[in-house]
């Protein structure tokens, strides 16, 4: 069974910093789409930021300049570093896998969310 396990995610001041960690296993994770997403309370979940199997990074509007994400294939890892957070960054985040097995076949995998919560 696939696994992605989220790890990082805490309460901080704004304009402090946080790494999530995201752990896959059982996928084959080189060639796998990584992203992080995020939902906030009462709000829809939302693209943060994604990072193809060739290490291509895109990122969502409001986090450009401030978020990098990451991946290490040796490790079966993706990273997020949160710098200059602000309090409309608090929501849970989310880990996604998304593994091309064929044209018509795309399997998305998410992991159980972590929480970040940023104070004024």
């Known amino acids: 069974q696939v696994q992605l396990v989220e790890s990082g995610g805490g309460l901080v001041q704004a304009g402090g910093s946080l790494r999530l960690s995201c752990a896959a296993s059982?996928?084959?994770?080189?060639?796998?789409?990584m992203g992080w997403y995020r939902q906030a309370p009462g709000k829809q979940r939302e693209l943060v930021a994604t990072?193809?199997?060739?290490?291509?990074?895109n990122y969502a509007d409001s986090v450009k300049g401030r978020f990098t994400i990451s991946r290490d294939n040796a490790k079966n890892t993706v990273y997020l570093q949160m710098n200059s957070l602000i309090p409309e960054d608090t929501a849970v985040y989310y880990c996604?896998?998304?593994?091309?097995?064929?044209?018509?076949?795309?399997?998305?995998?998410w992991g159980q969310g972590t929480q970040v919560t940023v104070s004024s």
């Open positions: 059982r996928i084959p994770f080189s060639i796998a789409a």
């Open positions: 996604n896998a998304r593994v091309t097995v064929s044209k018509a076949t795309i399997n998305d995998y």
């Open positions: 990072i193809t199997s060739g290490g291509l990074p």
